[in-house]
C-alpha cells in the first residue's frame, strides 16, 4: 500500500471552477484499479493551497493512473487553474 500527495496552488480567482474540475478527478480515481481511498484538503493559512492525499494498493495502479488518457485529459482541464505545476510526493510503509 502507498500514499501518494499531491500539491497544487490555485488562481485565487478561479477557486471556485478548480472545484468542480478537481472532483472530477478525484471521482475518475475513485474507479481507477487499486484506489482505496482519498481526500482534498485546503490550508487554512492560504486557501490557494490544495492537498490531495489517496491510498493506493500499488505504485503501479497509481502510475497506471496516473499516466492514464482519462487523468491527463482532466488535468489538461485543470492546469491553467494553477500558478504553478502540481508537485507528486510518493510516500510508503518502512519496517
Do not use: C
Not at 482505496?36 to 491510498?55: A, F, K, P
Amino acid at each position: 500500500m502507498i500514499r501518494v500527495i499531491i500539491e497544487r496552488y490555485v488562481d485565487n480567482s478561479l477557486e471556485e471552477h478548480y472545484e468542480t474540475a478537481a472532483k472530477r478527478i478525484l471521482q475518475g480515481a475513485v474507479q481507477a484499479n487499486g484506489f482505496i481511498n482519498g481526500e482534498s484538503l485546503r490550508d487554512m493559512q492560504d486557501s490557494t493551497h490544495r492537498v490531495l492525499l489517496s491510498t493506493w494498493a500499488t505504485v503501479q495502479h497509481w502510475q497506471q493512473w496516473h499516466g492514464s488518457p482519462e487523468r491527463k485529459a482532466l488535468m489538461a482541464e485543470l492546469a491553467p487553474m494553477l500558478n504553478q505545476e502540481e508537485k507528486v510526493t510518493l510516500l510508503d510503509h518502512y519496517d
